[in-house]
């Protein structure tokens, strides 16, 4: 009788640990592109793939750091394609925001972005990407950046605010969901880079290793984020109220990141092959890399394509 006990305990203690979730840790940076994965554990979509996971606050000047030192499994940031074009084995496997967030304002008197002929627009950073998408917006709307239109750095984003609203300077490129603070100031909202071209801002990578050896991990994280992609897509009010919770935000400013949210999702996973594109472009110019990049070297995106068919989507 006793033997039959253990025999039934031992089968127990073995199902409960095939069963237990993995655990994993999910780095995001602030900001709206990074809505995917902690709404996907707010929702349960990562406990329904079997996944225990930890979303942890970090810039992405750390994520490449964290993902190499094993402090982190999976980042959102794209930003971490740096370290993949500089040698190191990170790909990214799927992308979740195929809009970028930097919207081109300017002052009150300036009403389109073809009045920009012959002003500056003011950024943060030379070669970052809010310098890159105002240039790609600037140039969508005809007008040659450095000939008709001149660039210059300006500090921190609230400080250009408030010179444009002085009238000091002519416009200047702030992520969502300032347009909104932008407009209450009396600013003009010209351009916005979701509406004019395709940019995987939002994302998930991992490391070769995780790749070779847990795909099925990452299969399942793939699918969670799909799962929230699409609980965005078509739950308005669900996702502006985790908005409002998560970020500590007023309604306003909840469904104004929403309006972007509703447009810049990609609700299958699927990278674009353009967008991935412009980042390689942007991250080579930033790190001074003149060799030709495969996206291969990048990316991997077999595992989503299997992830993708078990979802029964069919992915672009």
Do not use: C
Request: proline share 3%.
């Amino acid at each position: 009788m006793v033997k039959i006990l253990l025999v039934v305990l031992a089968i127990v203690i073995f199902q409960a640990a095939a069963h237990a979730a993995d655990k994993i840790r999910i780095g995001f940076a602030p900001g709206a592109s990074s809505t995917p994965f902690p709404l996907a554990q707010k929702k349960g979509f990562l406990k329904e793939e079997g996944l225990e996971a930890e979303i942890i606050r970090m810039s992405s000047t750390v994520q490449v750091a964290a993902l190499t030192a094993g402090e982190a499994d999976y980042v959102t940031g794209m930003s971490a394609l740096r370290g993949a074009i500089q040698g190191l084995p990170l790909k990214v496997v799927a992308s979740y925001i195929k809009g970028s967030t930097q919207t081109l304002i300017a002052r009150a008197d300036l009403k389109s972005v073809r009045e920009l002929k012959g002003k500056t627009v003011v950024i943060g950073t030379p070669g970052g990407s809010p310098d890159r998408h105002a240039r790609l917006m600037v140039k969508h709307f005809g007008l040659e950046p450095e000939k008709d239109v001149k660039f210059a750095s300006g500090g921190l984003t609230e400080g250009r605010l408030a010179r444009l609203q002085q009238g000091l300077i002519d416009a200047t490129v702030v992520p969502v969901p300032l347009d909104l603070q932008a407009r209450k100031l009396g600013l003009n909202v010209l351009a916005r880079a979701y509406e004019i071209f395709t940019y995987p801002e939002g994302g998930l990578v991992t490391t070769t290793m995780k790749i070779r050896g847990k795909p099925d991990e990452v299969k399942r994280v793939i699918r969670a984020g799909i799962k929230a992609s699409r609980y965005i897509r078509t739950n308005r009010d669900g996702t502006i109220q985790f908005l409002m919770e998560w970020q500590r935000i007023d309604r306003e400013i909840a469904t104004g990141t929403y309006e972007y949210l509703s447009k810049a999702i990609n609700d299958d996973g699927s990278v674009s092959e353009s967008g991935l594109r412009l980042i390689i472009e942007e991250i080579k110019e930033l790190a001074k890399v003149n060799r030709d990049i495969a996206l291969s070297e990048v990316a991997d995106l077999s595992i989503l394509k299997e992830a993708q068919k078990e979802l029964g989507i069919k992915g672009n």
